[in-house]
């Protein structure tokens, strides 16, 4: 079968016309179709892991070249016959080239509907070189005047048996007929020394002779030998007319290059891959393209032609058990014998034999990408896979290739459009910066909540069509729905006469619908690349930003991607400790929670409260109903109205009374700057049990605090810590050494308010209710958190018993 592809697209390779028939020409192709051939397999033998590896001339590749090689015209033979051997080397060093660079993965990511319409446009290239082989007044598929002389009724026993035969090896085949006595695996051959069987029994019984049979066109217008002259395949340069030079330095030449290097790299590593994966062995692809371009480079400075490994033919040879390296020598001493032989082969070789064989590979080219594809296509690649095959008959290669890579560029650039930006966007009603707020300033910022919103960015690489999205998400923004919370149940509607949030200690208001936010918070964390269409596509986002009033704040961005934007010469704003109120540049935080907290403040900013009064809700229910049992002027009543909006909202049993209860075991410190509230142990509990340390002597359990007035942080140090649920929380948080996990400022000196608990909830209700305890113990971080004040301070603190 390698030796039948080597002959069959040799014999392509020189165009002919009726001045310049170049029969010589013709048959010189055909050994050189045949070198190829004992090349390949001899490159094979050297180094190949594919043992069972049948090498042939590459299809695809031939046919480029010979597409080229016809618009020199048959006038210039000995120019094609020194630039093929060129072109092969060129397009060796090419191949070796990828594998040395370990590319062939990235090769054989080539867009499937180029690869589709080029392979399916070689089918029909094929079938058009077939008929040319058979018929020589056959010229062109879309050319009419070809079928009148393709339908002439002295031509049809020219091509017909041929096409006939290549179109039931194809049935046969596709249909996976099995014939008694022969192996599918061996149907082609058989039905190829059938064909010439049949042939020279016609001849025998007719009485035609070889040179009556060549007079009619049926066998291929070479005289038999008188002796082997396969040499003549290295003397022809010397006895050719001389070679044109001035072809060598057309830029059609040099793109005829590119584009059949490109075909058959990808070619070999389709081969190869499709061999590895069939077979189910593991092989170095990088090595195997070197060894190809190695073997290529050889084929061409022996004047032969681009070859590469056939998947078909190998993994029908792995079937059948040839394996291993004595297969590869009976394969190079097979393919040496038929090279040397190969002019008397010729010479009695019927036309209809590689006609049929050209036949064949048409229709499965084309079956495949044509007829199989309509499966797993979308209807535009299909219509794309056709227009590819017209203009590879039409107009040749290159324009086809060019169209390919162009439409599939749009598709692609039109898919990637479609894959979304932004992985999620969450309000300021529900994300909050590691600030405490006082408990009417957490209420006014949730009742603003809607303002202000944080996208987070899902992609590492943004270009102006992922921009375009963000533009479009800002222009359609009052479309978007908004988080909303929804109360407890049991919450009284005389209290609470909005919706509250779904978490503790808080008792927050619902957010509020708005057209547009006032901020939003643009995180730009795993964005690593940013294509110079997408910086310049920042500034139309941040014109519809600014037409809609609202400042964009970009956060966690990667420092080449602010060194590009710089460069560009976007505005953009560092911020230092506060929002600027007239902000039309881009603004720049370090982190999201910097943001948060910066937008926190802008709000708060807005609207200052006269001394005594509260941001958010007025609370004065709440007040007469705890008047009664509680003082209402103390320092702790902030405290009692965080812990009365909890548990009635939780425990039908609850009632206020309870809380004059838990004043014994509360007390206010007066601590200095820089003085430690708490710290966590450094020891742990003998047995070694998950949350041992939440049952430690007293002096060691971690308090529950809020703060009065002043400031406080909360700093994350683990210690070491080991149990997996402490590590998960902090890879959660992305928390390191030092940081400040939790802070808060009062600077008010009027008012019953306080900032708090500092994230001991876990160990609160662990210990209050100890059905809890199991619960809340196999994840509580809180225990490797730091307490630090950051200047003047009072604490309301329990000491967990």
């Not at 590469?308 to 020598?329: P, Y």
């Not at 709000?603 to 009664?628: E, M, N, V």
């Not at 059905?771 to 971080?781: I, N």
Request: charged share 15%.
């Amino acid at each position: 079968m390698g030796a039948t592809d080597g002959l069959s697209l040799g014999g392509l390779l020189f165009p002919s016309s009726p001045t310049y028939p170049n029969h010589d020409y013709q048959a010189l192709g055909m050994s050189i179709g045949l070198l190829t051939t004992l090349v390949a397999n001899a490159g094979s033998l050297m180094g190949s892991e594919i043992k069972f590896g049948v090498a042939g001339a590459s299809i695809p590749t031939v046919i480029i070249l010979a597409e080229y090689f016809k618009t020199l015209g048959p006038a210039k033979c000995a120019t094609i016959y020194t630039m093929a051997a060129i072109c092969t080397v060129l397009i060796g060093g090419c191949v070796w080239l990828v594998g040395h660079l370990r590319l062939a993965r990235l090769v054989k990511a080539c867009p499937f509907v180029i690869y589709g319409g080029f392979m399916a446009g070689t089918g029909a290239v094929l079938l058009q070189y077939a008929l040319n082989l058979m018929t020589p007044g056959f010229a062109s598929l879309v050319e009419l005047g070809s079928y009148t002389c393709l339908f002439e009724l002295k031509c049809l026993h020219e091509w017909l048996p041929g096409c006939l035969a290549g179109i039931g090896m194809f049935t046969l085949r596709a249909r996976n007929v099995k014939l008694p006595y022969i192996s599918q695996d061996l149907l082609i051959p058989s039905i190829l020394l059938a064909e010439a069987g049949v042939f020279f029994l016609w001849m025998l019984v007719s009485g035609t002779g070889l040179e009556a049979a060549r007079g009619q066109g049926l066998l291929f217008p070479v005289q038999m030998p008188q002796h082997p002259v396969f040499y003549r395949i290295w003397t022809q340069h010397w006895q050719s007319e001389p070679v044109d030079w001035q072809e060598f330095l057309s830029p059609t030449f040099w793109l005829t290059v590119v584009n059949a290097a490109c075909i058959s790299a990808l070619t070999a590593v389709m081969n190869i891959f499709g061999t590895a994966s069939s077979t189910q062995i593991r092989v170095d692809i990088d090595q195997e393209m070197m060894l190809h371009g190695i073997y290529n480079m050889g084929s061409g400075l022996l004047s032969g032609l681009s070859a590469n490994m056939v998947m078909s033919f190998s993994i029908t040879c792995r079937t059948l058990g040839a394996d291993g390296q004595q297969f590869q020598i009976l394969l190079f001493i097979f393919s040496c014998l038929v090279f040397v032989s190969g002019d008397y082969v010729v010479a009695v070789l019927p036309k209809l034999l590689p006609g049929s064989v050209l036949v064949w590979l048409s229709l499965e080219l084309m079956a495949f990408w044509v007829w199989d594809s309509l499966r797993f296509l979308r209807a535009y690649e299909y219509c794309l896979v056709w227009v590819m095959i017209l203009m590879y008959v039409i107009l040749g290669t290159a324009p086809m290739m060019l169209f390919g890579f162009i439409s599939v560029a749009g598709i692609v650039q039109a898919q990637l459009a479609t894959i979304p930006v932004l992985g999620s966007r969450q309000t300021l009603g529900k994300l909050r910066s590691p600030r405490l707020h006082t408990t009417c300033d957490r209420e006014y910022l949730n009742r603003v909540g809607s303002q202000a919103e944080v996208w987070r960015l899902r992609t590492a690489y943004l270009y102006f069509a992922s921009m375009r999205q963000i533009v479009q998400a800002l222009e359609h923004f009052s479309q978007q729905r908004h988080v909303s919370y929804r109360r407890h149940p049991s919450a009284g509607a005389d209290d609470f006469p909005l919706d509250l949030p779904e978490f503790s200690f808080s008792h927050v208001v619902s957010c509020e619908a708005r057209a547009h936010p006032e901020y939003i918070i643009l995180d730009l964390e795993l964005v690593s690349q940013m294509e110079s269409t997408a910086i310049s596509a920042f500034q139309e986002v941040l014109s519809v930003a600014n037409e809609l009033g609202c400042s964009l704040i970009l956060a966690n961005v990667d420092e080449s991607v602010y060194l590009q934007m710089r460069s560009f010469g976007l505005p953009i704003l560092d911020l230092q400790d506060q929002i600027p109120t007239d902000a039309s540049a881009l603004l720049m935080a370090n982190t999201v929670e910097d943001a948060l907290e910066m937008v926190e403040d802008a709000f708060l900013r807005k609207y200052q409260p006269a001394p005594g009064h509260c941001r958010g809700h007025t609370h004065f229910g709440i007040r007469s109903k705890l008047a009664s049992s509680v003082n209402p002027c103390s320092p702790l009543f902030g405290v009692w109205l965080d812990f009365h909006v909890w548990l009635e909202s939780s425990y039908e049993s609850y009632k206020p009374e309870l809380l004059a209860q838990l004043e014994p075991f509360l007390e206010i410190r007066h601590l200095k700057q820089n003085d430690l509230l708490y710290e966590a142990p450094h020891f742990r509990h003998s047995h070694g049990a998950q949350g041992a340390w939440m049952t430690e002597a007293a002096e060691c359990r971690v308090p529950l605090v809020w703060l009065l007035q002043g400031g406080v942080d909360h700093l994350w140090n683990p210690h070491s810590e080991t149990e997996q649920s402490v590590r998960a929380f902090q890879d959660m948080h992305r928390l390191t050494p030092k940081r400040p996990f939790e802070k808060a400022r009062i600077t008010e000196t009027t008012g019953s308010w306080c900032a708090g608990p500092f994230s001991t909830m876990r160990a609160f209700l662990a210990q209050t209710v100890p059905w809890l305890r199991r619960c809340s113990a196999a994840g509580a971080p809180w225990h490797t958190y730091r307490h630090r004040c950051q200047h003047s301070s009072h604490f309301a603190a329990r000491e967990v018993r």
